[in-house]
C-alpha cells in the first residue's frame, strides 16, 4: 500500500488485513481482544504501535532513543493508526471501543534499553518487542534487552533467523536449505 494512497485506499486495505489476522487467530471476532499489535516500518526503521483497551494505552515502542516529538519522529502514522483501527472497529459494532482510542494519545515509551545509534537493529528490537509486551508500562516490564549489548542482539538475531528460515510458511525453505547444503559441500571439498 502506498502513502500516496487514497484514504478510502487505505482503510479498504487496512480492513482486509485486520480481518485476516483475525481469521487465523482463535478470537471469535474483535469483542475479545483487549490489545492490539501493529509492527511498523517506517523511513527504514522498525517500531511497533500498541493499543490496549484493557490498560487504556496507546504506546509507541520504538529502540531508538532520538529526541524528538512523535510527529517529527513518526509523521503522521499514530494518528493514521488511531485513525484506521477507530474506523475499523466501529464497522465491527466496537462503538465503545472505537470511541475510547479516539480519546487516547500515543504515547513514546522511554525504555532503558534503547540505543543512541543503531537503525540495523530496529527490526531484531522490534521482534523482541513484539514477543514480550504485554501492555505493562516500562517500569512493569522486562524484556531482557540491556543497553549496548552487541552479544545480545546477536543472539537473537540468530535465533529470530532460525525460525524464519524454518517456517512452515517460509516459500524459500527448500531452496535455502539446498544452497546451504552446496555450500557446506564446497567449503568442506575446500579443507
Known amino acids: 500500500m502506498s502513502i500516496s494512497s487514497s484514504q478510502d485506499e487505505r482503510q479498504s486495505w487496512f480492513d482486509r488485513r485486520l480481518d485476516e489476522e483475525l481469521k487465523s487467530t482463535h478470537h471469535v471476532g474483535t469483542r475479545t481482544i483487549d490489545m492490539f499489535i501493529f509492527p511498523i ?75 543512541t545509534t543503531s537503525t540495523l537493529d530496529s527490526a531484531v528490537f522490534t521482534m523482541r518487542h513484539m514477543e514480550s509486551y504485554t501492555g505493562k508500562s516500562c517500569r512493569n516490564w522486562d524484556c531482557g534487552l540491556q543497553r549496548r549489548n552487541s552479544q545480545q542482539l546477536l ?25 546451504v547444503g552446496q555450500y557446506d559441500t564446497q567449503r568442506l571439498a575446500q579443507l
Open 41 to 115: 516500518l517506517h523511513k527504514g526503521r522498525y517500531y511497533m504501535m500498541s493499543v490496549s483497551f484493557k490498560d487504556g494505552r496507546f504506546d509507541v515502542i520504538d529502540s531508538s532513543s532520538a529526541s524528538g516529538t512523535n510527529k517529527d519522529l513518526y509523521d503522521g502514522a499514530p494518528q493514521e493508526l488511531n485513525d484506521l483501527l477507530s474506523v475499523y472497529l466501529d464497522s465491527k459494532q466496537q462503538t465503545l471501543h472505537a470511541f475510547r482510542l479516539a480519546s487516547m494519545k500515543p504515547k513514546r515509551m522511554q525504555m532503558a534499553w534503547r540505543n
Open 155 to 179: 543472539e537473537l538475531r540468530k535465533r529470530f533467523m532460525h525460525n524464519i528460515l524454518l517456517s512452515e510458511v517460509n516459500e524459500q525453505m527448500q531452496d535455502i536449505a539446498y544452497c
